[in-house]
C-alpha cells in the first residue's frame, strides 16, 4: 500500500517548455487535490476532483490543466512554464465519508524549477 | 486579509515544555479544522482533526476549536526535540485552505 505516490520527484524545465506531473493513489479515495507551496505562503490548491469525471479549479489554477485519468490517477500539465511556477507541488488525496472525512493525504512532492 | 492566518514563528521551546500553535480563520461557514506536520523538505502528515467546539486530545496533541471566535489551537504537551517542524492549520468550507505554517523548534 504506497498511498499516494508523484513523479518525477525533481524537474529543471526552460521557460515555455511544458510537462506533466503524474499522481497516484491507491487507498480507492475519491477526491484527489493538486497544491503548490512556496515559502511564506502555505499550500495552495490548483485544482481538485471532487470525484472521477469532475475537476474544479481551485485558489489559484492559471496556467496549469489536469486530467482525471481514472479514479487512482490525477495529473496537473504546465503548458508553457513560467519561472513564476518554481514551487513544490503536492498531490493529495481523500475520502468525503466515514470516521477520516476530509482528511487528505500526501505524496511526496515534485520539486519543479523554472529556468 | 489571509484566509487562515498562523504566526510564523519560530516559537522556541526547551524540552519538556507545553508548545502553543494558533490559528484564525475568516469563513465563518468553515466545518472542518486540522492540523498537519511538516519536517523540512517532506510533505505534511495530518496530527489531528477536529469538528465540534471544544478540546480534543490525541496522546500529547490537544486540538482547541472556537467557531464564535474562529480560532483553533494545537497543544503540544512533553514537547520533543523530534516535535521540531512546521505546523500546518488547515480549514475547510467548499475546499480546504491552508495558513502558511508556524516553524516550532523544541531545544534539547
Known amino acids: 500500500n504506497a498511498g499516494v505516490t508523484q513523479t518525477p520527484k525533481f524537474q529543471v524545465l526552460k521557460t515555455g517548455q511544458s510537462m506533466t506531473l503524474q499522481c497516484a493513489q491507491d487507498?480507492?479515495?475519491?477526491?484527489m487535490y493538486w497544491y503548490r507551496q512556496d515559502p511564506g505562503m502555505g499550500l495552495r490548491l490548483i485544482y481538485y476532483?471532487?470525484?472521477?469525471?469532475?475537476?474544479d479549479k481551485g485558489e489559484v489554477p492559471n496556467g496549469y490543466n489536469v486530467s482525471r485519468l481514472n479514479k487512482r490517477e490525477f495529473s496537473l500539465r504546465l503548458e508553457s512554464a513560467a519561472p513564476s511556477q518554481t514551487s513544490v507541488y503536492f498531490c493529495?488525496?481523500?475520502?468525503?465519508?466515514?470516521?477520516?472525512?476530509?482528511?487528505?493525504?500526501f505524496g511526496p512532492g515534485t520539486r519543479l524549477t523554472v529556468l | 486579509q489571509k484566509e487562515v492566518e498562523q504566526n510564523s514563528g519560530p516559537l522556541s521551546v526547551p524540552e519538556g515544555a507545553i508548545a502553543s500553535l494558533n490559528c484564525t480563520y475568516s469563513?465563518?461557514?468553515?466545518?472542518?479544522f486540522f492540523w498537519y506536520r511538516q519536517y523540512s523538505g517532506k510533505s505534511p502528515e495530518l496530527i489531528m482533526s477536529?469538528?465540534?467546539?471544544g478540546d480534543k486530545e490525541d496522546g500529547r496533541f490537544t486540538a482547541q476549536l472556537n467557531k464564535a471566535s474562529q480560532y483553533v489551537s494545537l497543544l503540544i504537551r512533553d514537547s520533543q526535540p523530534s516535535d521540531s517542524a512546521t505546523y500546518l492549520c488547515?480549514?475547510?468550507?467548499?475546499?480546504?485552505?491552508f495558513g502558511a505554517g508556524t516553524r516550532l523548534t523544541v531545544k534539547p
Open positions: 493529495a488525496s481523500s475520502d468525503r465519508a466515514g470516521v477520516d472525512i476530509d482528511t487528505q493525504y
Open positions: 487507498m480507492n479515495h475519491n477526491s
Open positions: 476532483s471532487a470525484s472521477e469525471g469532475t475537476t
Open positions: 469563513d465563518r461557514g468553515s466545518q472542518s
Open positions: 477536529i469538528y465540534s467546539n
Open positions: 488547515a480549514v475547510r468550507n467548499n475546499d480546504m485552505r
